[in-house]
């Protein structure tokens, strides 16, 4: 969703998103030149998919603070994962994850119990800045394959259109999560 998402913001288009059965997946985008230089469109979209789970984690356990802004963000949550089910997923288990997800929160939601909306984003924070961590093998990849093709990884993308090499892009996304964690979770703590 990350890279569809930042395609959008960079001028391009978010065509669709396959998920598949490990919830796993693959954006289908378009990137232009329309408000960058393409080659830095590409780098941004490739870093926008490896950096949206941290970014979103971030949101999400800095919007946990307070009830108020807990059950908002949940509500806006599962808006968005509704949205996104009509427009962009085009997979079974895209469908089938997503809708799940969509249920569970609007049940959470009609509980109107402040404490589980809080617990439920907190949850969902850490386990979208831990995706980060999960991938580490592919942030530090330059290729992989994918139904029997050889790909770039969004690393080697990074690199091939800015400076530096897929490993120096790898620890860039890893310290910037890192980061994000350490803020997002400091800013719920602050008193």
Request: charged share 10%.
């Given at each position: 969703m990350g890279?569809?998402?930042t395609a959008i913001l960079a001028g391009g288009s978010f065509n669709y998103l396959e998920i598949y059965e490990n919830g796993g997946g693959v954006a289908y985008s378009t990137v232009t030149n329309k408000f960058l230089p393409i080659h830095i469109a590409k780098a941004i979209v490739a870093a926008g998919g490896l950096l949206g789970p941290a970014i979103a984690g971030a949101v999400l356990i800095?919007?946990?603070k307070k009830p108020k802004s807990?059950?908002?963000?949940?509500?806006l949550l599962t808006g968005a994962i509704i949205v996104s089910l009509i427009i962009?997923?085009?997979s079974f288990w895209g469908v089938v994850i997503l809708s799940f997800f969509a249920v569970v929160f609007l049940i959470i939601t009609f509980l109107k119990n402040k404490k589980i909306e809080t617990a439920t984003l907190l949850f969902l924070g850490l386990q979208a800045v831990f995706?980060?961590?999960?991938?580490?093998n592919y942030l530090f990849t330059k290729?992989?394959?994918r139904g029997g093709i050889s790909q770039n990884s969004d690393t080697q993308t990074i690199a091939e259109n800015t400076f530096g090499t897929y490993w120096i892009w790898g620890a860039v996304?890893?310290?910037?999560?890192?980061?994000?964690?350490?803020?997002?979770?400091?800013?719920?703590?602050?008193?």
């Amino acid at each position: 969703m990350g890279h569809g998402l930042t395609a959008i913001l960079a001028g391009g288009s978010f065509n669709y998103l396959e998920i598949y059965e490990n919830g796993g997946g693959v954006a289908y985008s378009t990137v232009t030149n329309k408000f960058l230089p393409i080659h830095i469109a590409k780098a941004i979209v490739a870093a926008g998919g490896l950096l949206g789970p941290a970014i979103a984690g971030a949101v999400l356990i800095a919007g946990a603070k307070k009830p108020k802004s807990a059950a908002i963000l949940l509500r806006l949550l599962t808006g968005a994962i509704i949205v996104s089910l009509i427009i962009w997923i085009r997979s079974f288990w895209g469908v089938v994850i997503l809708s799940f997800f969509a249920v569970v929160f609007l049940i959470i939601t009609f509980l109107k119990n402040k404490k589980i909306e809080t617990a439920t984003l907190l949850f969902l924070g850490l386990q979208a800045v831990f995706s980060t961590y999960l991938q580490l093998n592919y942030l530090f990849t330059k290729q992989f394959e994918r139904g029997g093709i050889s790909q770039n990884s969004d690393t080697q993308t990074i690199a091939e259109n800015t400076f530096g090499t897929y490993w120096i892009w790898g620890a860039v996304i890893v310290a910037l999560s890192i980061l994000m964690l350490w803020k997002s979770i400091r800013f719920y703590f602050k008193e």
